[in-house]
């Protein structure tokens, strides 16, 4: 039977910026936080802590000991960038925010000619891979994973602009720049995946509490394109994912997923998926039936609205959703005015009127 206190039935996620971090805690984002066994374990356990006291209120968090572990990536972020960084994109670390990828703009002549990233003989994976080793080594064991960003994602940060030209005038092009991100993004997955057993904490903390072993794939800059286009030129490479992937979940956190739900149901076996705040919830509802919906709320209008606006918009988001073991709740990336307590109070007090609704094991 499902516990109504418990944060895995109508989980609440709440997902603080970088420059939350630093500026309130001293976590900073340098190369090391991600690179550096020492480091990791550092931060890794002083994040832990602050959230467990910080949110020890509303009941989310809570460890019952808060040791150090053998985390592998920054799993209270939100940062996609080491599949853009392994194809040799420059990424720029800082101390208050997450890493920044630009753009690597290859030519025409690289894109005819890219291939998927040999992780062994890549400096950035190696970096990577000594770390875990290190922590392996010293634990026995690692946990956590790390961010891998998504097949569009990615693919923008290779190309540049030119990619949504080429979208149109030289598909192939297109095509075989999103096949070589699509394979090393299986390599990478089952890489971490071997060693960790999840992939996508990193990618939504809601994952934590719905469906550790779940695969989610970061498809925010999809609303760049048109449906048709979606169907037409990167469905495929969904389909590749899932039947790789299992269970698969899809990250949309633009405020448009009901216009692209009739493509995403035709991906196979997704169980999760992640609702842009903005979205219409009902009809996203009717078209995806089976999934978990992890509803997204806009950190902005958190920082801004009234508690009593946030509750009611909280309830009805829940509401629209329509079944209660199929939903949950988040707000990813709040930043200092995006937080006070008084609106998470009444996002968490939505949740546990709904929760209290049904009775337990309903």
């Given at each position: 039977?499902?516990?109504?206190?418990?944060?895995?039935?109508?989980?609440?996620?709440?997902?603080?910026?970088?420059?939350?971090?630093?500026?309130n805690?001293?976590v900073?984002?340098?190369?090391?936080?991600?690179?550096?066994?020492?480091?990791?374990?550092?931060?890794?356990?002083?994040?832990r802590?602050?959230?467990?006291?910080?949110?020890?209120?509303?009941?989310?968090?809570?460890?019952?000991?808060?040791?150090?572990?053998?985390?592998?990536?920054?799993?209270?972020?939100?940062?996609?960038?080491?599949?853009?960084?392994?194809?040799?994109?420059?990424v720029?670390?800082?101390?208050?925010?997450a890493?920044?990828?630009?753009?690597?703009?290859?030519?025409?002549?690289?894109?005819?000619?890219?291939?998927?990233?040999?992780l062994?003989?890549?400096?950035?994976?190696?970096?990577?891979?000594?770390?875990?080793?290190?922590?392996?080594?010293?634990?026995?064991?690692?946990?956590?994973?790390?961010?891998?960003?998504?097949?569009?994602?990615?693919?923008?940060?290779?190309?540049?602009?030119?990619?949504?030209?080429?979208?149109?005038?030289?598909?192939?092009?297109?095509n075989?720049?999103?096949?070589?991100?699509?394979?090393?993004?299986?390599?990478?997955l089952?890489?971490?995946?071997?060693?960790?057993g999840?992939?996508?904490?990193?990618?939504?903390?809601?994952?934590?509490?719905?469906?550790?072993?779940?695969n989610?794939?970061?498809?925010?800059?999809?609303?760049?394109?048109?449906?048709?286009?979606?169907?037409?030129?990167?469905l495929?490479?969904?389909?590749?994912?899932?039947?790789?992937?299992?269970?698969?979940?899809?990250?949309?956190?633009?405020?448009d997923?009901?216009?692209?739900?009739?493509?995403?149901a035709?991906?196979?076996?997704?169980?999760?998926?992640?609702v842009?705040?903005?979205?219409?919830?009902?009809?996203?509802?009717?078209?995806?039936?089976?999934?978990?919906?992890?509803?997204?709320?806009?950190?902005?209008k958190?920082?801004?609205?009234?508690?009593?606006e946030?509750?009611?918009?909280?309830?009805?988001?829940?509401?629209?959703?329509?079944?209660?073991?199929?939903?949950?709740?988040?707000?990813?990336?709040m930043?200092d005015?995006?937080?006070?307590?008084?609106?998470?109070?009444?996002?968490?007090?939505?949740?546990?009127?709904?929760?209290?609704?049904?009775?337990?094991?309903?």
């Amino acid at each position: 039977m499902t516990k109504l206190d418990s944060n895995t039935f109508v989980p609440i996620t709440f997902v603080f910026h970088p420059d939350w971090w630093y500026k309130n805690h001293g976590v900073t984002f340098k190369q090391d936080f991600f690179f550096d066994p020492d480091t990791r374990l550092e931060a890794d356990l002083e994040m832990r802590k602050v959230l467990d006291d910080y949110l020890e209120e509303f009941g989310l968090e809570q460890e019952e000991e808060i040791e150090p572990r053998p985390s592998v990536g920054g799993v209270h972020l939100a940062a996609g960038y080491i599949i853009s960084q392994m194809f040799g994109c420059n990424v720029k670390y800082s101390k208050g925010r997450a890493p920044q990828v630009h753009p690597r703009k290859i030519s025409d002549e690289e894109a005819d000619n890219i291939t998927p990233v040999e992780l062994e003989n890549n400096p950035v994976f190696n970096r990577l891979d000594k770390m875990v080793r290190k922590l392996k080594d010293r634990f026995g064991y690692v946990v956590g994973d790390i961010n891998w960003g998504g097949v569009l994602n990615v693919a923008l940060d290779i190309r540049g602009s030119k990619l949504l030209l080429d979208l149109n005038r030289n598909p192939d092009r297109a095509n075989r720049i999103f096949d070589a991100v699509t394979t090393t993004i299986i390599d990478f997955l089952s890489y971490i995946k071997e060693n960790t057993g999840t992939t996508s904490i990193s990618v939504n903390r809601a994952v934590k509490f719905v469906k550790p072993e779940l695969n989610l794939h970061s498809n925010c800059s999809v609303t760049m394109i048109s449906p048709d286009t979606y169907k037409d030129m990167l469905l495929e490479y969904d389909e590749r994912l899932s039947r790789n992937f299992q269970p698969y979940g899809i990250h949309h956190d633009g405020d448009d997923l009901h216009v692209y739900a009739d493509n995403y149901a035709k991906v196979p076996n997704v169980s999760f998926y992640d609702v842009g705040w903005g979205s219409d919830i009902e009809v996203c509802r009717e078209k995806l039936p089976e999934a978990f919906f992890n509803l997204r709320y806009d950190p902005k209008k958190m920082g801004q609205a009234s508690p009593e606006e946030v509750k009611s918009d909280v309830s009805k988001m829940l509401r629209q959703s329509g079944d209660p073991h199929k939903t949950g709740f988040c707000c990813i990336n709040m930043m200092d005015g995006d937080a006070p307590k008084e609106n998470l109070s009444a996002a968490v007090e939505a949740v546990r009127e709904y929760r209290n609704r049904f009775s337990e094991g309903s």
